[in-house]
């Protein structure tokens, strides 16, 4: 089955999967688009099991070692499939249960971001967790593949955390910016949040500039039938975003990501991954 | 930054164990092979702490070992005979910037002309010529040291079977030693072979006169030594790129053997290379990364230096033992099996190339001898691919000639052979639209046969010619086209 304009969720073998399944589905369901479920087993070369410290090395050596690694690989390759697509089935029952008609399952070998750049053409949201298997046993609070996918990625990317709760309204962070802007479009043409109260976020001075572009963010969303409220208020863009998110209850964020360069992020940090650290609601990356 | 990691942080605690193992067994061969360069075995051993550090951080191929090596020291055995270790130290140091030169030039690439039946010879000769080295320490001796490399033979073989976290070489070692010095027995043992090193190395410009003269003694050598280092170094990065299932930078590896090469000159060590051994070792303790090979250098050089007093009463039995092991599992077995069953040519060319590296002691010869020779045989078989039928037509009056096949520099004779020119006939055509024409020598011979037929007053007309010679251009850029190979090669 080749699906077009679908979700995909990518899950890993983490606890997390279920939310961001759940997510997917939530999103299929709302654009009534087919939902695809996107395991990618990565395979390490540059692992090894180093049991044998013996040393020697006897006839034919390379040759007995080459089918003893063969094998090895071999069966690992095999087990991890035969895992992955019986946990792959368990979460397409969960999201066939949650309603969702076309559902389809992948397993792909490869990195993560490889997998997800082919993968793009046919998709239109992409799912992903914000923490994956490596969170099971470190401290991490920002999973290790997030800034390489998204910033390698140019649809939306909705990353999610927490167990799923429905959606009930949801804030655009703005800056008025291009990128913002045309999220401001997307989320009016789009179906996802269709007939959800909005919130439209500007962190800075109510100067003329930033009124005028609130007021146009407002009024398209307006005219698409969305019930918005606008906020213009001053102060640090995390802590401002924090604010609101607890004071109006927001259930989703959505803003834009990573629009500098991955040297400017390692010298002074990345706003989209402080953001994406403290807030522990699902956010809806624009790229 | 991600390549980074995963070449030296993803293995980190197997790459240390591995390249404690390695470098257990680096110790011996770099003795070993110091005896057979003639000179001490510290330089060895300096050789192979540079060659294995530096080639950790600018080799292409993680996990790879390189240190001194028997096919280096056999090529250096008559400039330390006649010159001595400062020339060799020079010699060393160009030998390094030759293969800079070489993974500039790219010339890693020209490895695909290298057949396996010649890599197959490459090992199997070098094997050989790691087991003749042995001899001289096995000939005129007491019975004691029989005893002692067979006992040494049975624990690396035997041990592996009870417990595999210990090195078995590295018990040989223990035993033997403390058995022959329990026994007092008067054997010969490493520190009678020269000076071990005593402190770190340092730097040192060798110091030979900068003429000409010194040119023309070190640069065949060197080019020599690069030849033979780029050739093992090239063959072991590709069994460890199929051990590992991952890839390697080929040009990087040349330059990064170049500038092991280099500092090892400069720091009193001699040329090495890539091991084929001691490689297949590492992979099977576990090392993958860079940082396995670095902790080869590095232990071996700390073990050397600071219980150097213990290393001088190893007897040289142990090491016999330890390097017969190498060269067991370094010869590949079943191509003494396959000699029965692979082609009488390849055969061949694996055991040229074996008789002329053991004749000459030159790995560079053999290569040149098996990849000629598999040149040759090559050419030859291609050169059956040819066929020319022919038939009368316009009653009687024409002879029609089909040509089918490659025609070039092998199969020319046979192609001029085929037509009968003593045929009385007013008329030949002669077909080639569905032959190729591979070179100048293909073309002459059709100038040939076309003159011979007008001296006993034939016509002749040859038709598609075009189309046959198309493959005659230095490149046609076919390769990424395939339509284009299909239309060339279906005309």
């Given at each position: 089955?080749?699906?077009?304009?679908?979700?995909?969720?990518?899950?890993?073998?983490?606890?997390?999967?279920?939310?961001?399944?759940d997510?997917?589905?939530?999103?299929?369901?709302?654009?009534?688009?087919?939902?695809e479920?996107?395991?990618?087993?990565?395979?390490?070369?540059?692992?090894?099991?180093?049991a044998?410290?013996?040393?020697?090395?006897?006839?034919?050596?390379?040759?007995?070692?080459?089918?003893?690694?063969?094998?090895?690989?071999?069966?690992?390759?095999?087990?991890?499939?035969?895992?992955?697509?019986?946990?792959?089935?368990?979460?397409?029952?969960?999201?066939?249960?949650?309603?969702v008609?076309?559902?389809?399952?992948?397993?792909?070998?490869?990195?993560?971001?490889?997998?997800?750049?082919?993968?793009?053409?046919?998709?239109?949201?992409?799912?992903?967790?914000?923490?994956?298997?490596?969170?099971?046993?470190?401290?991490?609070?920002?999973?290790?593949?997030?800034?390489?996918?998204?910033?390698?990625?140019?649809?939306?990317?909705?990353?999610?955390?927490?167990?799923?709760?429905?959606?009930?309204?949801?804030?655009?962070?703005?800056?008025?910016?291009?990128?913002?802007?045309?999220?401001?479009?997307?989320?009016?043409?789009?179906?996802?949040?269709?007939?959800?109260?909005?919130?439209?976020?500007?962190?800075?001075?109510?100067?003329?500039?930033?009124?005028?572009?609130?007021?146009?963010?407002q009024?398209?969303?307006?005219?698409?039938?969305?019930?918005?409220?606008?906020?213009?208020?001053?102060?640090?863009?995390?802590?401002?975003?924090?604010?609101?998110?607890?004071?109006?209850?927001?259930?989703?964020?959505?803003?834009?990501?990573?629009?500098?360069?991955?040297?400017r992020?390692?010298?002074?940090?990345?706003?989209?991954?402080?953001?994406?650290?403290?807030?522990?609601?699902?956010?809806?990356?624009?790229? | 930054?991600?390549?980074?990691?995963?070449?030296?942080?993803?293995?980190?605690?197997?790459?240390l164990?591995?390249?404690?193992?390695?470098?257990?067994?680096?110790?011996?061969?770099?003795?070993?092979?110091?005896?057979?360069?003639?000179?001490?075995?510290?330089?060895?051993?300096?050789?192979?702490?540079?060659?294995?550090?530096?080639?950790?951080?600018?080799?292409?191929?993680?996990?790879?070992?390189?240190?001194?090596?028997?096919?280096?020291?056999?090529?250096?055995?008559?400039?330390?005979?006649?010159?001595?270790?400062q020339?060799l130290l020079?010699?060393?140091?160009l030998?390094?910037?030759?293969?800079?030169?070489?993974?500039?030039?790219?010339?890693?690439e020209?490895?695909?002309?290298?057949?396996?039946?010649?890599?197959?010879?490459?090992?199997?000769?070098?094997?050989?010529?790691?087991?003749?080295?042995?001899?001289?320490?096995?000939?005129?001796?007491?019975?004691?040291?029989?005893?002692?490399?067979?006992?040494?033979?049975?624990?690396?073989?035997?041990?592996?079977?009870?417990?595999?976290?210990?090195?078995?070489?590295?018990?040989?070692?223990?035993?033997?030693?403390?058995?022959?010095?329990?026994?007092?027995?008067?054997?010969?043992?490493?520190?009678?072979?020269?000076?071990?090193?005593?402190?770190?190395?340092?730097?040192?410009?060798?110091?030979?006169?900068?003429?000409?003269?010194t040119?023309?003694?070190?640069?065949?050598?060197?080019?020599t030594?690069?030849?033979?280092?780029?050739?093992?170094?090239?063959?072991?990065?590709?069994?460890?790129?199929?051990?590992?299932?991952?890839?390697?930078?080929?040009?990087?590896?040349?330059?990064?053997?170049?500038?092991?090469?280099?500092?090892?000159?400069?720091?009193g060590?001699?040329?090495?290379?890539?091991?084929?051994?001691?490689?297949?070792?590492?992979?099977?303790?576990?090392?993958?990364?860079?940082?396995?090979?670095?902790?080869?250098?590095?232990?071996?050089?700390?073990?050397?230096?600071?219980?150097?007093?213990?290393?001088?009463?190893?007897?040289?039995?142990?090491?016999?033992?330890?390097?017969?092991?190498?060269?067991?599992?370094?010869?590949?077995?079943?191509?003494?099996?396959?000699?029965?069953?692979?082609?009488?040519?390849?055969?061949?060319?694996?055991?040229?190339?074996?008789?002329?590296?053991?004749?000459?002691?030159?790995?560079?010869?053999?290569?040149?001898?098996?990849?000629?020779?598999?040149?040759?045989?090559?050419?030859?078989k291609?050169?059956?691919?040819?066929?020319?039928?022919?038939?009368?037509?316009?009653?009687?009056?024409l002879?029609?000639?089909?040509?089918?096949?490659?025609?070039?520099?092998?199969?020319?004779?046979r192609?001029?052979?085929?037509?009968?020119?003593?045929?009385?006939?007013?008329?030949?055509?002669?077909?080639?639209?569905?032959?190729?024409?591979?070179?100048?020598?293909?073309?002459?011979?059709?100038?040939?046969?076309?003159?011979?037929?007008?001296?006993?007053?034939?016509?002749?007309?040859?038709?598609?010619?075009?189309?046959?010679?198309?493959?005659?251009?230095?490149?046609?850029a076919?390769?990424?086209?395939?339509?284009?190979?299909?239309?060339?090669?279906?005309?």
């Amino acid at each position: 089955m080749i699906f077009d304009n679908k979700v995909l969720a990518c899950v890993d073998q983490s606890h997390f999967a279920d939310h961001v399944t759940d997510y997917a589905a939530w999103a299929a369901l709302r654009m009534d688009a087919p939902l695809e479920l996107l395991h990618s087993i990565e395979r390490h070369p540059e692992l090894s099991d180093g049991a044998d410290h013996s040393g020697a090395i006897g006839m034919n050596s390379q040759e007995v070692l080459l089918t003893e690694l063969v094998s090895q690989d071999e069966q690992r390759s095999k087990a991890a499939r035969e895992q992955g697509r019986l946990f792959l089935l368990r979460l397409r029952e969960r999201a066939a249960a949650a309603g969702v008609a076309l559902i389809d399952t992948r397993q792909r070998h490869g990195r993560l971001q490889e997998t997800l750049i082919a993968q793009e053409p046919s998709v239109q949201l992409f799912v992903l967790g914000r923490r994956g298997e490596s969170a099971e046993v470190t401290q991490r609070d920002l999973g290790r593949n997030v800034e390489q996918v998204v910033r390698a990625l140019h649809k939306p990317i909705l990353t999610v955390t927490e167990d799923f709760k429905k959606p009930e309204r949801f804030m655009i962070a703005f800056d008025g910016g291009i990128v913002t802007r045309h999220g401001v479009q997307m989320v009016a043409g789009s179906r996802l949040f269709k007939g959800l109260p909005v919130h439209v976020l500007m962190s800075g001075k109510p100067s003329g500039d930033a009124v005028k572009q609130l007021d146009w963010a407002q009024g398209v969303l307006a005219a698409a039938g969305y019930d918005v409220t606008p906020h213009l208020l001053p102060g640090d863009t995390e802590r401002v975003i924090a604010k609101t998110v607890t004071a109006h209850g927001i259930d989703m964020l959505i803003m834009g990501a990573y629009a500098h360069s991955s040297l400017r992020g390692w010298l002074f940090g990345s706003k989209t991954s402080e953001l994406l650290r403290s807030a522990k609601l699902p956010t809806l990356l624009l790229r | 930054m991600n390549s980074f990691r995963q070449d030296w942080l993803s293995n980190i605690k197997n790459d240390l164990l591995a390249g404690l193992v390695v470098a257990l067994a680096l110790i011996p061969e770099a003795i070993a092979f110091s005896i057979i360069a003639g000179v001490d075995p510290k330089v060895g051993l300096y050789a192979a702490f540079c060659i294995a550090t530096v080639s950790a951080f600018v080799g292409g191929r993680p996990g790879m070992i390189s240190a001194a090596t028997g096919a280096m020291a056999l090529l250096m055995v008559t400039l330390v005979k006649d010159h001595g270790l400062q020339y060799l130290l020079a010699t060393t140091v160009l030998t390094g910037v030759l293969q800079i030169g070489a993974g500039a030039l790219r010339l890693g690439e020209l490895m695909r002309f290298v057949s396996r039946s010649v890599i197959t010879g490459f090992v199997n000769a070098l094997a050989i010529l790691i087991f003749l080295a042995q001899l001289p320490e096995l000939t005129n001796v007491s019975w004691h040291v029989y005893a002692m490399v067979a006992a040494g033979l049975g624990i690396i073989y035997l041990l592996p079977y009870v417990t595999k976290a210990v090195p078995s070489p590295l018990v040989t070692i223990v035993v033997l030693t403390g058995v022959s010095m329990w026994l007092g027995l008067d054997i010969r043992t490493v520190g009678d072979m020269g000076q071990l090193p005593d402190s770190l190395p340092f730097f040192l410009w060798p110091e030979v006169p900068l003429t000409l003269e010194t040119l023309q003694i070190i640069f065949p050598v060197a080019a020599t030594l690069a030849t033979v280092g780029l050739l093992e170094s090239m063959m072991t990065a590709s069994i460890v790129d199929d051990l590992t299932d991952s890839t390697s930078n080929k040009n990087r590896e040349c330059v990064g053997q170049g500038i092991a090469n280099i500092t090892s000159g400069f720091l009193g060590g001699m040329a090495g290379c890539a091991m084929i051994g001691q490689s297949v070792i590492n992979i099977k303790s576990g090392g993958r990364g860079r940082l396995s090979t670095l902790s080869a250098g590095v232990f071996l050089l700390l073990m050397v230096v600071f219980i150097g007093d213990w290393v001088a009463r190893i007897p040289m039995a142990a090491l016999v033992a330890v390097m017969i092991m190498v060269s067991i599992g370094t010869f590949s077995w079943t191509s003494l099996r396959n000699l029965r069953v692979h082609p009488k040519s390849t055969s061949l060319v694996m055991i040229a190339t074996v008789v002329t590296v053991v004749a000459t002691h030159d790995l560079a010869k053999g290569v040149l001898v098996g990849v000629l020779l598999s040149g040759f045989f090559f050419a030859h078989k291609v050169g059956l691919i040819l066929y020319i039928g022919s038939q009368t037509e316009e009653e009687g009056r024409l002879r029609s000639y089909r040509v089918v096949g490659q025609v070039f520099f092998a199969s020319a004779e046979r192609f001029i052979n085929s037509f009968d020119f003593k045929e009385v006939i007013e008329k030949v055509r002669i077909d080639v639209s569905r032959a190729h024409f591979w070179d100048i020598t293909a073309v002459s011979a059709l100038d040939k046969v076309v003159v011979k037929f007008r001296r006993e007053g034939t016509e002749v007309e040859v038709i598609g010619l075009n189309e046959a010679s198309a493959t005659m251009v230095d490149r046609f850029a076919v390769h990424d086209k395939p339509d284009a190979i299909e239309q060339l090669m279906s005309h």
